[in-house]
Every structure is written in C-alpha cells, then in structure tokens.
C-alpha cells in the first residue's frame, strides 16, 4: 500500500516516521516545496530501516508529483504551523491556497486516493477539500479528533493516575482551542465512568487543559506540537489501511448528522478501507447538543472566508 504525504515538515516526516516503523504500509512518499527537503527527510528516516528494522520503503521529492501515482492514502500537512499566541484559525490565509493546489495536484495522480486533510484550521480546511475536490465524503477526512481524544486519554490519566492505554474518551466538535468538546460524561477507566473517581472541578480542569492542549505546547516548544499529531496521523492512516474499522472522531462532511448541514467537523467515525464508513450517532444530552451547536456556528463562520478560494 502507497501513502503520499504532502509537508515533509514537523508533522509530515514524524508522520512518515511512525509509519514506516510500525510497518503500516509499503511504500511512502514525501512532498514538500523547499528544495531537498523531503529528500533529506525521506533519507534520514530510511536510515533507521536496519536499527528499528523495517521495510517499508520512503522516499522524497520536491514538487514532483508523478513520483506520488497510485498512492492509495494521501496526508495534507503542507502549509504553515502557529505561532505562540495566535490561533488555528489565523493559518486560513496562507494554507487555504496550499490545501486547494496540493489537493488538485495529488489527484491527477492518484484520482483514487483516500485524503487526510492535517493542516489548519482544520476542519475548515476539510470542506475546502471536499468542495474543491468534489469527491464523495467517506474519502476526504480531517485528522483532529484522534489526537484531541488522545490529549483527553493524556490528561484523565494524569489526574486519575492511571495508565493512559486503560482510559476510554473521545473529544468531538471542532478543532479548535474554544470550540473542541471532550465528552467527559462517556469517558471511562475501564469500563467504569471517570465520574466515580474525579470530582466535576477535576473533570472540568481536564476538559479545559485537553482544549488548549495544542495552545499549550505550542506556548512550550515555540511552533505546534508533531510528535503527538505525527503518530495519530499514522493511527487512522492504519486504520484504513488494514480496514481495522476503529471508531475515531474524524471531520468529516455532515448532512444532517448532528442536526448539523454543510460543514466538516468531528464527529465518531467508523473508519476502515473505504475511509469514513459510518458517522456514528452518539446520543449526546442537551448540555453537549448546545455545545455542538456552538462549535458549529464557529466551524461555519470561519468556512465564510474561503470565499476567494472556493
Ligand atoms: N490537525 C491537527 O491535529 C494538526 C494540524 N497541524 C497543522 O499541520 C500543518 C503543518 O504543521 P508542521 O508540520 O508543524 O509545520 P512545518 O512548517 O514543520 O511543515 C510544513 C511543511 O509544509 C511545506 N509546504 C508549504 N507549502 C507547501 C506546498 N505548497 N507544497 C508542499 N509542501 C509545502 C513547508 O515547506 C514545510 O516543510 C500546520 O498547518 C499545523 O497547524 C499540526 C498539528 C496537528
Ligand atoms: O495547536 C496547533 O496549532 C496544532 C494542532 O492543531 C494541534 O497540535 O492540535
């Protein structure tokens, strides 16, 4: 299986990286637009083919596209990462154009691709795909959820004190510090609502932490955060892949799901071979239902400013 990866940054290589050691599939390659870039990233990672022992077979290219045919999964990371103090939503100027382009491009190569839309504002960037593209929406997903749902684990199992890999939870809505929703209530340590064990300030403490979880490190390390985002890529890359069929709360394009219409943002997906299978239809409560809605309105409003690219 070929997996395109367009952004052989932060993102994108670390992406390549968990997917060539965990042997996900056979084939990657990197595209980036600085001369040599993904080259040298695609080098460095097949370096460690004999130490942390893989097959898969990486390579680099800048701008070629051709090099990309037949790719079967084909990852967006390309454009610019936030700064200390902005937000997501302040990307949309500069990737709206890239997301548009690097779309147009890795379909005349490979007009079957599964696309896996990283790059910010995220859920924005999804619909641009989908609208520009014009392709059926079990094949264009944004990549936000799993690791949103991830940080959610990250920060339950910190305050439980409990092994992350024992927690259950999922974060929905929109990707972005005001407008992400972890589900709190269906969160679980094996099996048993985290309700029992934290008090609703420790679980209100942990959703607001999960919300700027990307705010936060990228406050520590200066630019946003990859490894975290790198490893979930390739975690629902392998879900369609190996059609493992894993729900994952993906940005996926709604009509009607949710009570919401023409808009892309996270809801739990069943994602196998042919990329968003089912739209799972959790039964939210009114209190979450309102919060979806305002995530929503949000989502919508920031969609307004593609006007000059759509
Ligand atoms: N959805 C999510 O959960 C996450 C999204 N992101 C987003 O992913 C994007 C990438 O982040 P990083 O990898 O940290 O940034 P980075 O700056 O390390 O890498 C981006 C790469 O894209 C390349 N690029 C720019 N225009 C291009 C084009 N037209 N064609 C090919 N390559 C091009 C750049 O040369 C650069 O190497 C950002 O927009 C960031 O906000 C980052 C983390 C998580
Ligand atoms: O915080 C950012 O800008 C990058 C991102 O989406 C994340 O790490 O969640």
Not at 43 to 51: G, L
Not at 119 to 136: C, E, I, Q, R, V
Not at 253 to 270: A, K, N, R, S, T
């Amino acid at each position: 299986m070929k997996v395109t990866i367009v952004g052989a940054g932060n993102v994108g290589a670390t992406c390549a990286d968990v997917i060539s050691y965990r042997g996900i599939a056979s084939e990657v390659v990197l595209v980036d637009i600085k001369e040599g870039f993904a080259e040298g990233k695609a080098m460095d990672i097949m370096q460690c083919a004999t130490t942390t022992v893989f097959n898969t077979q990486l390579s680099g290219t800048t701008g070629d596209y051709s090099k990309t045919a037949g790719s079967d999964v084909v990852v967006i990371t390309s454009g610019i990462p936030r700064k200390p103090g902005m937000t997501r939503e302040e990307l949309i100027g500069i990737n709206a154009g890239i997301v548009k382009s690097v779309a147009d491009n890795v379909l005349t190569h490979s007009p079957n691709a599964i696309i896996v839309v990283v790059s910010n504002p995220m859920d924005t960037m999804t619909y641009l795909t989908l609208k520009a593209t014009g392709l059926p929406k079990h094949r264009v997903i944004g990549m936000g959820g799993a690791l949103d749902s991830s940080r959610f684990k990250y920060f339950l199992s910190k305050a439980l004190d409990k092994p992350a890999n024992d927690i259950q939870g999922m974060v929905i809505g929109g990707h972005g510090d005001t407008t992400m929703i972890p589900l709190t209530r269906l969160a679980s340590y094996n099996g048993v609502p985290v309700s029992n064990f934290l008090s609703q300030a420790e679980l209100d403490k942990v959703a607001a932490d999960t919300m700027v979880g990307g705010a936060t490190l990228t406050g520590l390390l200066g630019t946003s955060a990859w490894y975290a985002p790198g490893a979930s890529v390739a975690y629902l890359v392998d879900s369609i892949l190996n059609d493992q069929k894993r729900m994952i709360p993906c940005s996926v394009f709604l009509e009607g799901e949710y009570g919401q219409e023409d808009i892309c943002m996270g809801v739990p997906c069943i994602i196998g071979k042919n990329g968003i299978e089912k739209i799972v239809d959790v039964q939210l409560n009114d209190a979450e239902k309102a919060l979806f809605a305002k995530s929503a309105d949000a989502v919508r409003n920031m969609n307004a400013d593609l006007k000059s690219v759509l």
